[in-house]
């Protein structure tokens, strides 16, 4: 179910996060972004991340799921420590009709998600065509964006779409080297 949910709703909006320019890097900050995460509570980024080492990762496209994933289940089987380490998911959906189905959306993906990690998937139905603005993502090249942050919310290490070796090794040493 939840892949179908992916399907009907990010393909609409990830054509509207257009044309974008290199903006923030590692050393920076993440932009602030707010929105519910599947079990209800608020998640503002990079504040909910404040004091864990955290992988954020963003998805632009119904096919960004399985790439996404790639990332973020890897760092949650390596970094179990919850005192120390998170990850968030943020779909990123927008702000036009998909908005209105917002409920049905994200029951859809409770339904495919399990029931513990419902708090650190953020469908995020704002402005995502100025959010990959601000960070450099070039939506029309790739749908999936990953972001290391230390315990500052500062970026430390990014990567874009799925996971391969070398980038899983180079996430897992920089995130030990932020424990």
């Known amino acids: 179910m939840r892949e179908l949910v992916w399907i009907l709703t990010l393909s609409l909006p990830a054509l509207a996060a257009g044309e974008v320019t290199m903006a923030v890097t590692t050393g920076g900050r993440l932009p602030e972004l707010q929105d519910r995460a599947l079990d209800g509570s608020v998640v503002k980024l990079p504040d909910s991340a404040r004091g864990f080492v955290t992988l954020v990762g963003?998805?632009?496209?119904?096919?960004?799921?399985?790439?996404?994933?790639?990332?973020?289940?890897?760092?949650?089987?390596?970094?179990?420590?919850?005192?120390?380490?998170?990850?968030?998911?943020?779909?990123?959906?927008?702000?036009?009709l998909v908005r209105l189905a917002r409920g049905m959306i994200n029951r859809g993906m409770k339904q495919g998600t399990?029931?513990?990690?419902?708090?650190?998937?953020?469908?995020?139905?704002?402005?995502?065509?100025?959010?990959?603005?601000?960070?450099?993502?070039?939506?029309?090249?790739?749908?999936?964006?990953?972001?290391?942050?230390?315990?500052?919310?500062?970026?430390?290490?990014?990567?874009?779409?799925?996971?391969?070796?070398?980038?899983?090794?180079?996430?897992?040493?920089?995130?030990?080297?932020?424990?």
């Open 58 to 96: 963003f998805g632009f496209r119904r096919e960004s799921q399985y790439p996404l994933e790639t990332w973020m289940k890897p760092f949650a089987a390596e970094f179990t420590d919850p005192q120390n380490f998170r990850h968030y998911e943020v779909p990123m959906m927008g702000r036009g």
């Open 114 to 179: 399990s029931e513990t990690e419902h708090r650190f998937v953020v469908p995020f139905y704002g402005d995502i065509k100025s959010y990959a603005r601000e960070l450099g993502m070039d939506t029309k090249k790739e749908h999936v964006f990953v972001y290391l942050l230390d315990r500052e919310g500062t970026i430390r290490w990014h990567g874009q779409g799925a996971a391969q070796d070398s980038g899983l090794a180079e996430l897992f040493e920089t995130a030990r080297g932020l424990e």
